[in-house]
C-alpha cells in the first residue's frame, strides 16, 4: 500500500522569509500525482499545488514549489516570501490509478506558523 | 460552479442519536469521497464512489456508518446510533476522472456527539 510521510509536525517561518516542508512517500508504481493541500483554521481544505510524476520539470504556483526527487520518492514544498495568510496546517498527498485505486492518500500534515 | 457544498457545518446530537450528513458535488465531477478528521488520526478516507456506485467501503468503522449516493449530485453519510467517539469533522470531496485532479473539499460538517 501507498504510504505518506511528514516528518516535520510544525515549522515555523519568519515573515517574507523562505520555508521548505518535506514529504516522503513509498510506492512501486510508476505512474501517479503528487499533491500539496492547505487547511487553514477555517479548516477548508485547499488544493495548493500538484505534481505529474512522469514530468521532470518542478512544478510552480507563484510564491509555492515542490521539489520533486522521484528516486528518492521525496516531495517538498518551497514557500517565498511567506505570508501571514500562509499560516495552516498543510497536507502532502498521493494519487494514482493502481492499487490503491483513484484515492488520495494523506500524509499526517505539517502546521505552520508564520511569525510577524 | 458553487463547488462542493456540506450541510450541516455543524451538528451537535445527543449519543445514540441518528445523525445524517449531506453532500452535493460538483456538477461532472464522477467521483465523491467521504473522509472523517480528527486530531488523533488524521484525514480517513471511509468510503467513495464512481457514478453513484460505491467502490471501497473499508474505511468505514462499522455498520452504525452508512452512505448512499442516490444519484450524480447528493450524497449522505448516516450514522446510527452516533457515539462520542464518532466526534470529528467529516468531509466530502468530488473530483473528475482524471488521477492528475485533485479533489475539490467541502467545508466539512463538524460533529459533536454528547
Known amino acids: 500500500a501507498q504510504t505518506v510521510t511528514q516528518s516535520q509536525p510544525e515549522m515555523s517561518v519568519q515573515e517574507a522569509e523562505t520555508v521548505t516542508l518535506s514529504c516522503t512517500y513509498d510506492?512501486?508504481?510508476?505512474?501517479?500525482?503528487l499533491f500539496w493541500y492547505k487547511q487553514p483554521p477555517s479548516r477548508q481544505m485547499i488544493l495548493v499545488i500538484r505534481?505529474?510524476?512522469?514530468?521532470?520539470q518542478n512544478a510552480t504556483e507563484n510564491r509555492f514549489s515542490v521539489n520533486f526527487q522521484k528516486a528518492a520518492k521525496s516531495f517538498s514544498l518551497k514557500i517565498s516570501d511567506s505570508q501571514l495568510g500562509d499560516a495552516a496546517m498543510y497536507f502532502c498527498a498521493y494519487r494514482s490509478w493502481g492499487t490503491s485505486g483513484s484515492r488520495l492518500t494523506f500524509g499526517e500534515g505539517t502546521q505552520l506558523t508564520v511569525n510577524p | 460552479d458553487a463547488g462542493v457544498i456540506q450541510s450541516p457545518r455543524h451538528e451537535v446530537t445527543e449519543m445514540g442519536q441518528e445523525v445524517t450528513l449531506r453532500c452535493k458535488p460538483i456538477?461532472?465531477?464522477?467521483?465523491l469521497f467521504w473522509y472523517r478528521q480528527t486530531m488523533m488520526r488524521g484525514l480517513e478516507l471511509l468510503i467513495y464512489f464512481n457514478n453513484n456506485v460505491p467502490i471501497d467501503d473499508s474505511g468505514m468503522p462499522e455498520d452504525r456508518f452508512s452512505a448512499k449516493m442516490p444519484n450524480a449530485s447528493f450524497s449522505t453519510l448516516k450514522i446510527q446510533p452516533s457515539e462520542p467517539r464518532d466526534s470529528a469533522v467529516y468531509f466530502c470531496a468530488s473530483s473528475a476522472s482524471g488521477a492528475g485532479d485533485g479533489y475539490t473539499f467541502g467545508s466539512g460538517t463538524r460533529l459533536t456527539v454528547v
Open positions: 505534481q505529474e510524476a512522469y514530468k521532470q
Open positions: 456538477s461532472g465531477h464522477d467521483y
Open positions: 510506492t512501486s508504481e510508476s505512474d501517479y500525482y
